[in-house]
């Protein structure tokens, strides 16, 4: 069987989640760096990249010849579906589990993620190339991440985690 490949770069958090859901499943891959400024081997922006990533964002998993992704939640999901672990399931066969997974996967890419990366970028990556903070973003985005781990705050107090409800609920029984 031809091998499993990432390409990605280590400073993204896109493939950071594909690879913690790699190692995770103990999978057996080929790490393959991409520079997101066109420089190096594998220009994302250009080419054979492009014609298997069309948005050129920096990210691609290859499970031999049979699939190609992009989308780093797409490639957990994938990941978590087609090499489970036994015992630690994280794949919900029950329609109205997987709802609710699915609906908490999206709240994390919707709701955490975008007040989250700008915070990094103005927190993180400016002053470490030596640009200024912009401070009025840096609120905006607070309070947005604020309403948003609320959000998570009170689910929690209902729901073992995120994606999951306590089985007695599913079952009705209280
Ligand atoms: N939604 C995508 C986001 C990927 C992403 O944000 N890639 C960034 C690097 S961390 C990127 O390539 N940005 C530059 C660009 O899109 O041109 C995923 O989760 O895989």
Known sequence: MAAK?????????????????????????????????GAGDH??????????????????????????????RAIMRFISHQYP???????FIVPKLQGI???????EDHQFDP???KLVMELVHKPKIGLPTNQAVVAEEEAKLAMVLDV?????????YLGEIYWLDLLGLR
Not at 85 to 91: A, F, L
């Open 85 to 91: 672990k036994p015992g630690k399931e994280q794949v």
């Open 101 to 107: 997974a699915a609906t908490w996967i999206d709240v």
């Open 43 to 72: 220009d994302v922006k250009k080419g054979p990249f492009l014609s298997l990533n069309p948005f050129g964002n920096g990210l691609l998993f290859q499970d031999g010849d049979s699939l190609t992704l992009f989308e780093s």
């Open 152 to 160: 998570y705050e009170e689910r929690l107090t209902v729901s073992p």
């Open 115 to 117: 007040p989250t990366s």
């Open 5 to 37: 490949k990432l390409y990605g770069t280590l400073s993204c958090p896109a493939t950071m989640r594909a690879l913690a859901s790699m190692f995770e499943h103990e999978l057996n891959f080929e790490f393959i760096p991409v520079d997101l400024t």
